[in-house]
C-alpha cells in the first residue's frame, strides 16, 4: 500500500468529488434534520375595522423574522412568540412599539385557568381591541407542537440566562453556548389586510301586531303604543376564530317566540324587535343608520313608549345583579320609571335578583358610544339598556372566550329571560305585583320558560352566513324587513378588512454566528486534509523512521 502512495496521492490531487465524500458527512452531521426542520399552523390575524376614520385593531399582515421569547427580544427584527396567559399589558405595549410581530398561543382550555390568569387575559384583550397596533399579530389555536416551540424559545433563553450568570468570567464558554444554541424563523403567508369594500352591516326588523280588536287611524296606522326591543349580534372579536354565542340575541328571539303566542290577540301595545349586526366596537353603527331611515318617516316610532336595549345580559362572574342603564334618569310617572319599578319586583322573585339603576350622561367628546340605548337617547327618545354588566368598560363585554360550559351559561339565562320577560308582561298587562316566588306569573304550563327553549336560538348565526335569524323573524313577527347599512365611498363611517386565514411556518435554524464558525471548521478541515496529501511523502518518510528507530530499540 505504501509503495503506492505516490499514486494514492495522485488520485486526491485531481478528484474533487473525494473532497465533498469527506466534507459531506461533516454538513450532514452539523445540519438540522430535515424532516423537523419545518412545522407548520393555521393561524387568524387579529381583527381590523376603523371608526368614523380611526383605526383599530392590526395593521400588518407580512411576517418573516427570527423568533424569540417575551424576555429575549430586541429589535424590531424579532417575532415574539408567547402564550396568551405569559404576556402581561406592559409587555405588549413595549412589544406593540418596538417588535417587529407577534405570535400568540392561545389557551387549550380558558375555564381550566386561574381566575387571575383569566382576568389578564381579558383585561389585555380589552387593550388589544381598543388601538391601532402596526405589526402583524396573530393568533394560534392551541396546538401540542407550538407549545413545545414556545417551551423551547423560552428554556433556550432561561438556560442562557442561567450560563451567562453562572460563567460571566469565561467568554469562551458564552461563544460556544451561543453556537450550539437553535433558533426558529418565522413565516406567515396567504393574509391580506385589504378594505373590504363591499362590507356591509345587516339591520333585521320585525313587528308582532294583534290582528284582533285593533284601531286605526285615517292613514291606516294602529292606535297602540309601541315598546321596541333591540339587541346587537356580535361577529367579530379580537379574532374572528369561530362563531361566537350571542346570548342576547338568544334573549331577544325567545321573548319574540314567548310573546308570538300570548300578545296575536290581545290589542294592548305594539312590540317591534330589532336586530344589528353591529355591537360597541363598530359604535352601534347599524341601529344608527336604522334612526336615520326610519325616525323622520315613522311617527309612531318618535313616540315610542320606550326602548329596551339587551346588551351583555348573561356575562357574570362573581354575582347576579342586572342593571338598568341609563342616559337620563327617568322622571316619576314617566313609563321608563313604571317599567324600572316593575322590573325590580320581579326580579326578587327569582333568587332576589338585584336590579340597580345606573346613569350615565352622553359624552359626544367621545369617539364611541358607551351603550346602545345611546343611540335613541340621542334622538330625543326614552330609552335604556338592560344588562348584567356595570360598567361599559367591562373587560368581559366583547370577549371572545366563553368562561362558562353550556349549561351554566344556560341557568343563568333562563332566569334573566323569566325576569325580562314577566316584567315586559306584567307592564303591558298591569298585572298586581306580587314578590312572592311564582306568584303572579303568567309564562308557565306550555308556556313555561325553560333551558330548552332557549337552547336553540344560541345557535342562530349572522345573516351574511345563512337564513336562520331572518326565518326566524319571518315565523313569529310580521312586516320582517331586512336592510343594510353600506360604508361611504367618500367618508365611511366604518370600514371592516379581510381577515382571510393565514399559513404560519416556522422553521429550525441556527444562528448567524453558527455559519460563522461552520465555515472556519470547513476551512480548518480542508486545509488539513489539503496538507496532508500535498506533504504525504513527508508524512510517510517521518512515520517510517519512527517505525525503524522503533525496531532498533527492541
Given at each position: 500500500?505504501?509503495?503506492?502512495?505516490?499514486?494514492?496521492?495522485?488520485?486526491?490531487?485531481?478528484?474533487?468529488?473525494?473532497?465533498?465524500?469527506?466534507?459531506?458527512?461533516?454538513?450532514?452531521?452539523?445540519?438540522?434534520?430535515?424532516?423537523?426542520?419545518?412545522?407548520?399552523?393555521?393561524?387568524?390575524?387579529?381583527?381590523?375595522?376603523?371608526?368614523?376614520?380611526?383605526?383599530?385593531?392590526?395593521?400588518?399582515?407580512?411576517?418573516?423574522?427570527?423568533?424569540?421569547?417575551?424576555?429575549?427580544?430586541?429589535?424590531?427584527?424579532?417575532?415574539?412568540?408567547?402564550?396568551?396567559?405569559?404576556?402581561?399589558?406592559?409587555?405588549?405595549?413595549?412589544?406593540?412599539?418596538?417588535?417587529?410581530?407577534?405570535?400568540?398561543?392561545?389557551?387549550?382550555?380558558?375555564?381550566?385557568?386561574?381566575?387571575?390568569?383569566?382576568?389578564?387575559?381579558?383585561?389585555?384583550?380589552?387593550?388589544?381591541?381598543?388601538?391601532?397596533?402596526?405589526?402583524?399579530?396573530?393568533?394560534?389555536?392551541?396546538?401540542?407542537?407550538?407549545?413545545?416551540?414556545?417551551?423551547?424559545?423560552?428554556?433556550?433563553?432561561?438556560?442562557?440566562?442561567?450560563?451567562?450568570?453562572?460563567?460571566?468570567?469565561?467568554?469562551?464558554?458564552?461563544?460556544?453556548?451561543?453556537?450550539?444554541?437553535?433558533?426558529?424563523?418565522?413565516?406567515?403567508?396567504?393574509?391580506?389586510?385589504?378594505?373590504?369594500?363591499?362590507?356591509?352591516?345587516?339591520?333585521?326588523?320585525?313587528?308582532?301586531?294583534?290582528?284582533?280588536?285593533?284601531?286605526?287611524?285615517?292613514?291606516?296606522?294602529?292606535?297602540?303604543?309601541?315598546?321596541?326591543?333591540?339587541?346587537?349580534?356580535?361577529?367579530?372579536?379580537?379574532?374572528?376564530?369561530?362563531?361566537?354565542?350571542?346570548?342576547?340575541?338568544?334573549?331577544?328571539?325567545?321573548?319574540?317566540?314567548?310573546?308570538?303566542?300570548?300578545?296575536?290577540s290581545i290589542p294592548k301595545y305594539r312590540l317591534m324587535f330589532l336586530v344589528s349586526e353591529s355591537g360597541s366596537l363598530l359604535n352601534f353603527q347599524g341601529m344608527k343608520k336604522w334612526l336615520d331611515s326610519n325616525l323622520d318617516e315613522n311617527v309612531q316610532i318618535q313616540q315610542a313608549e320606550f326602548v329596551i336595549c339587551l346588551d351583555s345580559i348573561s356575562r357574570t362572574l362573581a354575582n347576579d345583579n342586572l342593571y338598568m342603564h341609563v342616559s337620563k334618569p327617568p322622571k316619576e310617572g314617566t313609563a321608563m320609571n313604571g317599567f324600572y319599578k316593575t322590573l325590580k319586583?320581579?326580579?326578587?322573585?327569582?333568587?332576589?335578583?338585584?336590579?340597580?339603576?345606573?346613569?350615565?350622561?352622553?359624552?359626544?367628546?367621545?369617539?364611541?358610544?358607551?351603550?346602545?340605548?345611546?343611540?335613541?337617547?340621542?334622538?330625543?327618545?326614552?330609552?335604556?339598556?338592560?344588562?348584567?354588566?356595570?360598567?361599559?368598560?367591562?373587560?368581559?363585554?366583547?370577549?371572545?372566550?366563553?368562561?362558562?360550559?353550556?349549561?351554566?351559561?344556560?341557568?343563568?339565562?333562563?332566569?334573566?329571560?323569566?325576569?325580562?320577560?314577566?316584567?315586559?308582561?306584567?307592564?303591558?298587562?298591569?298585572?298586581?305585583?306580587?314578590?312572592?316566588?311564582?306568584?303572579?306569573?303568567?309564562?308557565?304550563?306550555?308556556?313555561?320558560?325553560?333551558?330548552?327553549?332557549?337552547?336553540?336560538?344560541?345557535?342562530?348565526?349572522?345573516?351574511?352566513?345563512?337564513?336562520?335569524?331572518?326565518?326566524?323573524?319571518?315565523?313569529?313577527?310580521?312586516?320582517?324587513?331586512?336592510?343594510?347599512?353600506?360604508?361611504?365611498?367618500?367618508?365611511?363611517?366604518?370600514?371592516?378588512?379581510?381577515?382571510?386565514?393565514?399559513?404560519?411556518?416556522?422553521?429550525?435554524?441556527?444562528?448567524?454566528?453558527?455559519?460563522?464558525?461552520?465555515?472556519?471548521?470547513?476551512?480548518?478541515?480542508?486545509?488539513?486534509?489539503?496538507?496532508?496529501?500535498?506533504?504525504?511523502?513527508?508524512?510517510?518518510?517521518?512515520?517510517?523512521?519512527?517505525?525503524?528507530?522503533?525496531?532498533?530499540?527492541?
Open positions: 500500500m505504501f509503495e503506492d502512495a505516490d499514486n494514492f496521492a495522485d488520485l486526491f490531487r485531481g478528484g474533487l468529488p473525494y473532497y465533498l465524500l469527506i466534507t459531506l458527512p461533516i454538513l450532514i452531521i452539523c445540519s438540522s434534520n430535515p424532516v423537523l426542520a419545518a412545522s407548520e399552523f393555521g393561524v387568524q390575524r387579529m381583527s381590523q375595522f376603523d371608526v368614523h376614520g380611526t383605526p383599530y385593531g392590526c395593521r400588518g399582515s407580512l411576517l418573516n423574522l427570527e423568533a424569540k421569547s417575551l424576555y429575549t427580544w430586541q429589535t424590531s427584527r424579532h417575532c415574539v412568540v408567547t402564550r396568551f396567559q405569559d404576556m402581561t399589558i406592559d409587555q405588549f405595549r413595549e412589544i406593540r412599539a418596538k417588535a417587529g410581530g407577534l405570535v400568540i398561543l392561545l389557551p387549550e382550555d380558558f375555564a381550566s385557568l386561574s381566575l387571575e390568569e383569566k382576568q389578564q387575559i381579558h383585561m389585555l384583550e380589552q387593550a388589544m381591541m381598543l388601538q391601532e397596533i402596526s405589526i402583524p399579530v396573530y393568533f394560534s389555536r392551541y396546538n401540542s407542537k407550538m407549545n413545545e416551540i414556545v417551551n423551547d424559545v423560552t428554556k433556550t433563553t432561561i438556560t442562557s440566562q442561567q450560563m451567562s450568570s453562572q460563567q460571566r468570567d469565561s467568554a469562551i464558554s458564552e461563544i460556544l453556548g451561543s453556537i450550539s444554541a437553535n433558533g426558529y424563523q418565522i413565516v406567515v403567508s396567504g393574509t391580506s389586510h385589504a378594505a373590504n369594500k363591499q362590507s356591509k352591516i345587516p339591520i333585521i326588523q320585525g313587528e308582532l301586531t294583534p290582528t284582533k280588536h285593533t284601531i286605526k287611524t285615517s292613514d291606516g296606522e294602529s292606535k297602540l303604543p309601541l315598546i321596541i326591543l333591540t339587541a346587537h349580534l356580535d361577529t367579530f372579536g379580537l379574532v374572528n376564530n369561530g362563531p361566537l354565542k350571542n346570548v342576547d340575541l338568544a334573549v331577544l328571539l325567545t321573548l319574540v317566540e314567548l310573546f308570538s303566542k300570548l300578545h296575536a319586583t320581579v326580579a326578587q322573585r327569582y333568587g332576589n335578583v338585584t336590579v340597580e339603576g345606573v346613569h350615565k350622561k352622553i359624552n359626544l367628546a367621545d369617539t364611541l358610544l358607551a351603550w346602545e340605548h345611546e343611540r335613541f337617547s340621542m334622538k330625543r327618545m326614552p330609552a335604556f339598556t338592560v344588562s348584567s354588566l356595570k360598567s361599559h368598560k367591562d373587560y368581559l363585554r366583547n370577549t371572545i372566550f366563553d368562561d362558562e360550559d353550556e349549561e351554566e351559561q344556560l341557568n343563568k339565562l333562563e332566569i334573566n329571560v323569566k325576569i325580562v320577560a314577566e316584567t315586559l308582561a306584567s307592564y303591558i298587562y298591569s298585572l298586581p305585583l306580587d314578590n312572592a316566588a311564582g306568584s303572579g306569573e303568567i309564562f308557565t304550563g306550555s308556556m313555561a320558560i325553560t333551558k330548552d327553549i332557549i337552547r336553540p336560538w344560541l345557535k342562530v348565526r349572522s345573516s351574511q352566513q345563512n337564513n336562520d335569524l331572518k326565518n326566524a323573524f319571518e315565523k313569529y313577527l310580521k312586516n320582517v324587513k331586512v336592510s343594510y347599512d353600506k360604508p361611504d365611498a367618500r367618508e365611511p363611517d366604518f370600514m371592516l378588512y379581510d381577515e382571510r386565514d393565514g399559513l404560519l411556518n416556522i422553521y429550525n435554524v441556527k444562528p448567524a454566528v453558527f455559519d460563522l464558525f461552520l465555515t472556519f471548521m470547513i476551512v480548518a478541515y480542508l486545509a488539513v486534509i489539503y496538507l496532508a496529501i500535498f506533504h504525504f511523502s513527508k508524512m510517510y518518510t517521518f512515520v517510517c523512521r519512527l517505525t525503524v528507530n522503533k525496531v532498533k530499540v527492541n
